[in-house]
Nanobody, 122 residues
Framework: QVQLVESGGGLAQPGGSLRLSCAASGFTFSNYAMSWARQAPGKGLEWVSGIYSDGSDTYYADSVKGRFTISRDNARNTVYLQMNSLKPEDTALYYC???????????????GGQGTQVTVSS
């Protein structure tokens, strides 16, 4: 079955960086676009980034554009989210999902079960 396991979260200071990873298994990873979403306490799910199956195109929400970079390694079945210039408002539980953000925002996409917590605070 589809498994997505996120890691790499933690505590960062404002202006700092973190790199999230999502290890995928149970499907042909290189056939699927992948996404990152986040959920802050008391807020809805925000789709922050996506990447095509071959990495040829990416998507970023305005809230993270210019600060976050999504990438993937199809040989390792892993998608990454490099987060730079972190802000307190980036604090959230981050999930990876199988699919493109616009699709996953409307339909159900397979998603990591646990997520990884990112906390930005001084």
């Amino acid at each position: 079955q589809v498994q997505l396991v996120e890691s790499g979260g933690g505590l960062a200071q404002p202006g700092g960086s973190l790199r999230l990873s999502c290890a995928a298994s149970g499907f042909t990873f290189s056939n699927y676009a992948m996404s990152w979403a986040r959920q802050a306490p008391g807020k809805g799910l925000e789709w922050v980034s996506g990447i095509y199956s071959d990495g040829s195109d990416t998507y970023y929400a305005d809230s993270v554009k210019g600060r976050f970079t999504i990438s993937r390694d199809n040989a390792r079945n892993t998608v990454y989210l490099q987060m730079n210039s972190l802000k307190p408002e980036d604090t959230a539980l981050y999930y990876c999902a199988r699919g493109w953000p616009a699709y996953c925002s409307r339909y159900v996409c397979a998603r990591g079960g646990q997520g990884t917590q990112v906390t930005v605070s001084s």
